[in-house]
């Protein structure tokens, strides 16, 4: 690490550990909301950026979570046992999804995955006597682990804080480990890899469970912060937002999702306060960034940047025009 | 008794309406392998288009319905022509683009239009109800009926008896094989789409009377086109036809007789057929 990278770092670091010191509860939340979709987007990163399968269901497992839990709240469960109940069933639901969709690959794996997306969409939002329909299901409480509270916004930003961390280093181990070069493989190779021994299928199926499980891990968090769910948090707008945020950061970099998150967040939240038609300017953006930056705003910048420059170099007979390309 | 034919005229009728959004949507994604996801916004902007120029302008409700299937066809092209023909291949872009798009479009409706849902009063013709066997029945969603049918036996005669369905046709099979034929592949995908669009527009008016026009209306449509898409089987015109009238049974009866359950029975077979047969109940499998 250079000395310019420890300073940022450091920087960084201390903004955002003293952040409630400075800051309001309402941009507290909206904080702690960016890091909670920072972690959803990792999780989704795993499988649109690492395994190059595209879900457009994703919100409905992120929401099946915070249903799951407050459900259970609603039915009695303690705070520990309706996180556990959440984290299991989402992943067995997970594990189900992953059986049922990964049988395909490209337009259709997105379809099954949009398919089973509104499937759950659906019981959220109809079957009334369970979930309240369009009601939603409120929740009492924060837990308080070893007797320390959460209820305050600052409180509840350091435990965010503290699980987007842990969350970003399990993906970066994921990553970096032999596994991860694994699933890039059966990403770009499938064929290849299969002909090398590797079965695709078992490693695709772990990294969907792995991507459930942090979807899971943010759905509960967000039910926590709002202390509410509703059948929205599982719809396929939700979906397309959380497919965005991952694509406009730069599907399989580490931090590219947590800046998508920001962007969207603060997009919904902030800008539309004085933008009137912020889900236009969200919809362009998309457009935008699929047709000129498909790698994402940030690596997409620094091209187009290059491309300008060398430009101005005066290199005219070889302005070859760098599409940036899609995977077939 | 009676409860169960007026649900069985409401199912034929919005299958009838499901026929017409789908039937493009079909065409879309089985020649041009386009999943087309603004689709259901295009029937949207039919019906407020028509809507405005049917009640705001007084113009008569089928050239109000043909306008709006112009104005909708011209807006598909201008899309295809310069947005996704930049992604022709690129399926997962194109997802991408035709879902920020159809934000665009319902933003620009909520605009324009506010947030009040619009109800549409039908033609002058279909007023009114006719009674058989001792029932009464609504003229407009029979005509509704009627329309859907002889538009699906118009796209039959036109992809299966014309020298263009041919070309459409061998475009669905083999798209490349079609292009070493010198069949022109993107002019006839550039119909297809004009087509297509036109459609959905033209259905979202005229389904107006019945469905009312508001915001969502798309989100609302475009997954039960998906479904009858991916039930009948991307590109095949009969598949559209029946895949349509089994949605409409399954959603207004599930409705009826499970409203908590509706909507999953409606995406289970839906899932069911994803998995067991990929290629629809009429699709032809793909290599």
New interface residues.
Partial sequence: MTIRNALTAGVVGLLVLSLPAWSDAYHLNITSQILIFGIFATGLNVLVGYAGL?S?GHASLFGFAAYVLAISLEHGASHLAAILISIGLTALCTGLFAV?SL??R???F???T???G??L???A??????THGDNGVRLDSRPSPFGLSLEAASEFYFLTLLVFLLATLAVLAFRNSAFGAVLVGTRDQPRRMTALGYDVWSIRFFSFLFSGLLSAVAGILFAYLHYFVDPHSL???SS?EA??MV?SGGAGTVLGPLAGAGLVVIMKNVASGYI??W??A??????LI??FM?EGLVPGTRRLLRKIRQNWGGAIFHRGVEVPQ??? | MNFWIVLAVNSLTLGGVLFMLSAGFSLIFGLM?I?NLMHGSLFMLGAYVGASLASGFGINFWLAALVSALITALLGVLIEET?LR??A?????Q???T??????I???C??VWSGDPISVSAPDVLRGATRYFGMAFSNFRLGVIFIALTVAAALWLLIERTRIGAMIRAGVDDPQMARAMGIPVSRIFTGIFFLGAALAGFGGFIASPILSVYPGLD?DML?LA??VV?LGGAGSLLGSLIGSFIVGIIYNFGQALF??????I???P??AI??LR?QGLFGKPTA
């Fill in positions: 595209v457009l049922l049988r395909s490209g337009i259709t997105i379809m099954i949009l398919a089973l509104q499937l969409w659906g019981l939002y109809r079957w009334v006597s369970f719809a396929l707008t397309a497919l965005l694509i009137e038609r889900n236009f969200l919809g362009l953006i998309f457009v699929v047709v498909p899609w995977p077939h | 392998r999943p947005v930049r992604l291949g690129a399926e997962q872009a997802v991408l683009v879902l920020g798009i159809s934000f665009m319902a933003d620009l909520l605009m989100t997954p998906l479904v991916i409203p908590e359950l509706a909507y999953f409606l995406f289970a839906m899932v994803l998995v990929p």
